[in-house]
């Protein structure tokens, strides 16, 4: 062909669904495991974790799978794991992420958790790196997250879907958590556009109106994964403080390193929570 391979999802009259149920057709053939019981998608300085959580199975570069393939020149999309826990469950690890402030649109972006029903996995782990308003918090913290508030104006629903969003962040799922390490603070996630950082204003308007984490990925991934039927638990590395909340400058050196550091801590507590689902 002349050009690069379209992505199927860029076609406004295919179905979204039936896309993720043939990239999961992809997974199941590519990894010999028919079905998943729970998906994680792997946020910064949570990666770590997949290398704990049980046995590798297969691992698939994403591109090998309907719908994650890109243009050629965006390069690199992450790869897709099935990993067997030692409790005999399988859980496929997502480490390949698509932003909202990519410009790919929303159904790239939710197209992995979309996926991952398809699989048959009935809970959705989110985690992400975010920034932390609470000042209490300290970078490389893990945090709950207990509810959200979506400030990209955009829905990963097309056409008139309403979908009930009490509870998204299951409590079941958080008190479960807890009980691995009941020191988890827990919080609310506003998820911005992105790609900047906040202005140290834009900070205080998500604490007043009752934001306590910033992020830029997992509100988008929740509804869907709502949509789809999955219990949701979310968890953020506080990887930095919030613009104006820290006095210094955010650096993206910095936030990376941060998670480094924590990434042995909180990818043993993300086994051992994953364990206890
Ligand atoms: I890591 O301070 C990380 N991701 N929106 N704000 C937003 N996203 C983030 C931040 C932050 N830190």
Redesign the pocket.
Known sequence: MAHSPQNPLDDPAADPFEIAARAAADIARLTGVENHDIALTLG?GWGKAAEIIGETIASVPATEVTGFSRPALEGHVGTLRSIRTPSGRNVLVIGARTHYYEDHGVRRVVHSVRTAAATGAKIMVLT????GIRETWKPGQPVLISDHINLTADSPLEGATFIDLTDLYSRRLRDIARQIDPSLDEGVYCQ?R?PH??TPAEVQMAKHIGGHI???STALEAIAARQAGMEILGLSLI??L??GIQETP?SHAE?IEA?QAAEPVISSLLARIVEAL
């Open positions: 910064s992400n790196g975010a920034g911005f992105g950082y906040e910033v992020g830029m990887t930095n919030a613009a955010l936030v998670g």
